[in-house]
């Protein structure tokens, strides 16, 4: 005896590939309105109401195709797989962009009630409607049990679908609504050239980013980068100025050798053709004001922060996440910390990597985030990060062809004037001529002293250049162990404790916390070279020494805590304004708090068990007053005076770089300010005294 079987599936499964596999329900949205592009629609709507609470609606209308009640039930109904597969080309030449269906699931899924109405191009006249009540899967115990009715009658109407979502049961919060207008005004790009889809939302958000992203602003670019992996997997690329003048020009070899140390060169790279456009903009009004633009600083940077990043578009389409906040896929920002000169990072450039993958080589994730990262993907992103590399190569060459010329001109004329003054003492009669020769030389003799007085300083600065450049790579690198220890401690937390029970707190629990709390420190660590080096810092301002002491020493807290140090913040009411930058201010306090912590965390003699540090402010109708005291041991002048403390090289520490008193000096000295030290304070340990200009308001 036989009997026929079949596989059948839980209603669960509905759940599980719906709301569980898509982690954001505007992901969701976005893949309705990706079906209305390949349905060749010229626009799309999506309507939001009452969204923010459970019981709410969405609704999204195209004017496309529509669908037949053959597509309804082979294609829009059939989860796993799509019909976008088989078809190459739509009617009007689009490449179709979706996958198995499931994105499309976790929308429908998002609401109690589903009501699909649509009217087929091909069948004019007539409209197809198609209603689910999810709660009848919840009642059977196979998904095939529940049977579906299409209802077919005559329209007026034009063709096109209309998908009604009701009664909502996630609530979409301000953060998904932000994300989804953001998709929605990206997904076809803000770059320059025809765009034949256009959505549309009825959110203020929207309304207010696509006002900001479809203002056009690539004129303004310093350069503009060009390049092209052709379906052998050759690459090329083309630097252009602000003018649109070629910089330079790069065939394979030179750009895919561009990212290695030993300019080794693949034949050919492992991926679909693709085009690659970035535009790079120096944020500063002297820029703008040469190339005469209308446009100014502040507003481009507003664009910038609403575009910025590379983004990847897939058979025009824009791919989430590539380009959001957070998904620097080609490590711009990276390469920019490890060599900052003329690199691009995601706030000063808007790029896009358009493919279009015929032979459907990339492979979207199953929960709509991305690509898998296939060697295809993988051979896609290194041809991006060899184009950035090249280009910033160029850039690095011009720059010191450049400097080159100054260097020469400024020799030039400096032999020239040397010149003209002899050829005109040579006139004068032998007494001036002796006098002003006397004066020249000792001039003369001045003048190099002071060079090579520059000159030093150039080559401290170097060196503190590349102290932290090198510091804020390892910083970046820390950031992921950090976070691998941090997750792994929880999770052995988690299983130890409910393995173990009772015996996981008198045996695990301390060691654990233990781990986590040096986790927290390594984080502080590496969060502190980069917040230290953000570029608005350095921006010459109205600074409240007060705000940024705070800041300091909570960004210290984690490593304080870690080596049992108390930081006591005294500071006086109503701010202390200086005018300086953040980064000077910072730079003074970050450097005195590592001085006074790293004493704390070496033996020594007498002392107290109390670990506590110091930061006061005061002040005067014309000066602000800064102190940093600890009870430490204090400066050791028998090893180094105290007047020697500020050179640069001179420390006690035998690992010490000598630096961090140099910087505070010079810093204070920049805000035309003074720095004094007592060996043995107030609190009994070093003592630092800074005096800086109070200025006049903090507004």
Excluded at 244 to 272: C, Q
């Amino acid at each position: 005896m036989t009997s026929i079987a079949s596989l059948r599936f839980s209603p669960e499964i509905l759940r599980r590939l719906g709301e569980e596999l898509v982690p954001h329900p505007d992901l969701g949205v976005i893949e309705l309105v990706r079906n209305a592009y390949d349905a060749d629609a010229p626009s799309c709507s999506v309507e939001l109401n009452s969204v923010e609470i459970s019981g709410g609606r969405i609704v999204v209308t195209d004017s496309g195709d529509g669908m037949s009640e053959d597509d309804i039930i082979s294609g829009w109904l059939l989860l796993g797989r799509s019909s976008k597969t088989e078809d190459k080309l739509t009617r009007n030449g689009r490449r179709k962009v979706g996958e198995k269906g499931l994105g499309r699931l976790a929308a429908l899924r998002l609401g109690r009630y589903v009501t699909l109405t649509t009217r087929p191009r091909e069948n004019p006249g007539m409209q197809h409607v198609l209603r689910i009540d999810w709660r009848s899967f919840d009642a059977v115990s196979a998904v095939e049990d529940v049977e579906l009715t299409i209802t077919t009658t005559q329209t007026e109407e034009e063709p096109g679908t209309r998908i009604e979502i009701d009664e909502l049961s996630t609530e979409f919060k301000p953060r998904d609504v932000e994300r989804l207008a953001r998709a929605l005004v990206l997904l076809t790009g803000p770059f320059p050239g025809p765009a034949d889809f256009r959505v549309d939302l009825n959110a203020p958000e929207f309304q207010k980013l696509a006002s900001i992203v479809h203002q056009s602003f690539f004129d303004d670019a310093e350069y503009r980068i060009v390049a092209e992996l052709n379906d052998n997997g050759r690459a090329s690329a083309s630097l252009y100025d602000w003018r649109g003048e070629v910089i330079s020009s790069g065939g394979h070899s030179e750009v895919s050798s561009a990212g290695s140390e030993r300019g080794d060169s693949p034949l050919a790279y492992f991926a679909p053709a693709a085009q690659f456009e970035l535009w790079a903009f120096v944020l500063n009004a002297n820029a703008f004001t040469i190339r005469g633009s209308n446009h100014k600083v502040p507003e481009v940077r507003s664009w910038l922060k609403s575009v910025g990043g590379v983004h990847l578009y897939h058979r025009n389409l824009r791919v989430h996440p590539y380009g959001d906040d957070g998904h620097d896929w080609l490590d711009m920002n990276l390469r920019r910390v490890r060599s900052p000169e003329l690199r691009p990072g995601t706030n000063t450039a808007v790029g896009r990597m358009s493919v279009i993958d015929e032979e459907q080589r990339l492979t979207p994730k199953t929960d709509r985030t991305g690509f898998l990262e296939t060697p295809e993907f993988v051979e896609l992103a290194s041809f991006g990060r060899n184009v950035l590399d090249w280009a910033a190569k160029e850039l690095l060459r011009r720059r010191e062809q450049e400097k080159g010329k100054k260097r020469q001109q400024a020799g030039d004329k400096v032999e020239t004037a040397l010149n003209k003054l002899q050829d005109t003492v040579s006139k004068l009669p032998p007494q001036q001529r002796r006098e002003v020769l006397e004066a020249t030389n000792s001039l003369q003799s001045a003048f190099d002293e002071k060079v090579r007085a520059v000159e030093d300083e150039l080559l401290l600065y170097r060196t503190l250049s590349t102290v932290g450049t090198t510091t804020a790579v390892f910083a970046h690198e820390t950031r992921q162990p950090v976070d691998l220890i941090d997750q792994a401690s929880t999770v052995i937390a988690r299983r130890a404790s409910r393995l173990l029970k009772d015996e996981y707190l008198s045996q695990l629990s301390e060691p654990v916390e233990t781990v986590r709390r040096a986790a927290d420190s390594l984080r502080t660590y590496a969060d502190i070279p980069l917040r230290l080096l953000h570029r608005r810092k350095r921006h010459v301002k109205v600074v409240d020494v007060n705000e940024v002491a705070t800041d300091i020493v909570s960004l210290f807290e984690p490593h304080l805590q870690g080596a049992n140090i108390q930081v006591e913040l005294q500071l006086i009411d109503g701010g202390a304004p200086v005018k300086g930058t953040v980064a000077s201010i910072e730079a003074i306090l970050a450097n005195l708090l590592a001085n006074a912590t790293y004493v704390f965390t070496q033996p020594h003699s007498g002392g107290t068990s109390q670990r506590i540090i110091v930061v006061r402010t005061d002040a005067s109708p014309g000066s602000v007053f800064i102190a940093v005291m600890d009870n430490g041991p204090g400066i050791d002048t028998g090893k180094l005076a105290l007047r020697d403390i500020w050179l640069p090289g001179a420390t006690t520490r035998e690992d010490g770089t000598g630096l961090g008193l140099t910087i505070v000096r010079d810093a204070t000295r920049e805000l035309k300010g003074e720095v004094f030290a007592k060996a043995s304070g107030e609190y009994g340990g070093a003592e630092f005294n800074i005096e800086l200009p109070r200025a006049t308001s903090l507004s």
